[in-house]
């Protein structure tokens, strides 16, 4: 089966082919960056209108590179939610358009669910694993007993990882996207240097916490100590501080279920200090650790078309009046 994906929970817009015998065919994303940053954030409604501009181009590419004409596509899978309605709502619309024009089935994607997944577009870690899902909007621990048996053990309680990692670097006036810049900055700085709050809840819980280090790091900058420290030196600490943590809870959980094996998703899973510090820990610990290249851990569209080839091929499929929706049942 041929199966285009669609992807615009927030501020990409993206399209790939997937195919059962091939793999992935094409994976093409439109990046709004240069938009929202002036704002230092995603502008929803300027958001929308973007998608508008790009979704028709972008999954001309998508099914040009994957040398697709719309009669080798057997179904199209589009995220459905979470995310911003404006935003979700032009990629699946523009999905069902054209699922009902090509007379193709279609299927609604839980975004959260795709990223889950994404790791098998290169490899095929067994199951059950341990996810741990660090994005913009969530940070969550998972059982992944198979691909329909996903049990949550924990989320954030306040904001998420990838939320800590935007919100610090604007305090740093680094600009947005944060997580990024301070992933570079930190490369110079000592994580040592600063022993930010590293937030461990109650022994053994699998939530996260991110808003006191926040606040502890807006305290940190307007100190004196703060204002003639080396920024290196503080994102480097920064980020040592919510790495620490997030490779920390996944290893207990790992080890708490009995599971020795660990798959990382979502845009903060691209951090360079926190994929180096799971593996090396993992390995300590006797524990493998799955990371997706990249350009699978932040937003694409490659693991919704992945992730609708399974269901669709499986006999799943969604109703046309199929509508977008702000929370997923994947989230706490
Ligand atoms: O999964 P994603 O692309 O979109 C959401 O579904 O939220 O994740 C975006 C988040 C942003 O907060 C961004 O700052 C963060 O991932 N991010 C990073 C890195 N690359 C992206 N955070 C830390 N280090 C990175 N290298
Ligand atoms: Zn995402």
Known sequence: MRIL??????????????????GLLSNVVASQVPVHETYGGVVPELASREHIRAIVPVVEQALGKAASEREEIDGVAATAGPGLIGSLLVGLCFAKSLAFAWRKPI???????????????EGRPDFPYIALLVSGGHTSLFR??????VAILGGTRDDAAGEAFDKAAKQLGLGYPGGVAIDRLARLGDPLRFPFPRAWLSPGSADF???GLKTSLRTFLASPEGKAARPEDIAASFQEAVVEVLAGKALSAAKREGIPRIVLAGGVAANSRLRERIGEDGKTAGVEVHLPSRALCTDNAAMVAFLGERRLSAGWSSALDLNAYAASRFSR
């Open 5 to 22: 994906g669609i992807e615009s929970s927030c501020d990409d817009t993206a399209a790939a082919v997937y195919d059962s015998a091939a």
């Open 107 to 121: 299927f609604g994607v839980d975004h959260l669910e795709a990223h889950l997944f994404a790791i098998f577009l």
């Open 144 to 149: 992944v007993e198979g691909f329909d048996a």
């Open 209 to 211: 916490s991110f808003s």
